[in-house]
């Protein structure tokens, strides 16, 4: 079992850059892909980026492709969401996922991943 406390959110300018962190407890996290995903008001959780294990293979969604990385510090036993050119549709609360994993795979459906982060608030004002 993992558990994930996501830190970094905040209030931003447009064009902005924040860096989310999201720490995880255990000593197995090296077995878990993680996955971040955002949700705004009235509207349902949507995928964000993901990780494989080892973090040698990532994904993007489409809208914040080229603007957000995520990465990986399995030493540590975090996961990285850079943000950068941020806009005012960027406004979510921020979640974490994990799910353990065999082999370079990543997931993107809210319904893969069976540990949840508390989320963290990202305000970007225009």
């Known amino acids: 079992q993992v558990q994930l406390v996501e830190s970094g959110g905040g209030l931003v300018q447009a064009g902005g850059s924040l860096r989310l962190s999201c720490a995880a407890s255990?000593?197995?996290?090296?077995?878990?892909?993680m996955g971040w995903f955002r949700q705004a008001p009235g509207k349902e959780r949507e995928f964000v980026a993901a990780?494989?294990?080892?973090?040698?293979?990532?994904y993007y969604a489409d809208s914040i492709k080229g603007r957000f990385t995520i990465s990986r510090d399995n030493a540590k036993n975090t996961v990285y969401l850079q943000m950068n050119s941020l806009k005012p549709e960027d406004t979510a609360v921020y979640y974490c996922?994990?799910?353990?994993?065999?082999?370079?795979?990543?997931?993107?459906?809210?319904?893969?991943?069976?540990?949840w982060g508390q989320g963290t608030q990202v305000t970007v004002s225009s």
């Open positions: 990780i494989s294990m080892s973090g040698g293979r990532t």
């Open positions: 255990g000593r197995t996290f090296s077995s878990y892909a």
């Open positions: 996922a994990a799910r353990l994993s065999s082999g370079g795979y990543y997931y993107t459906g809210v319904w893969e991943y069976g540990y």
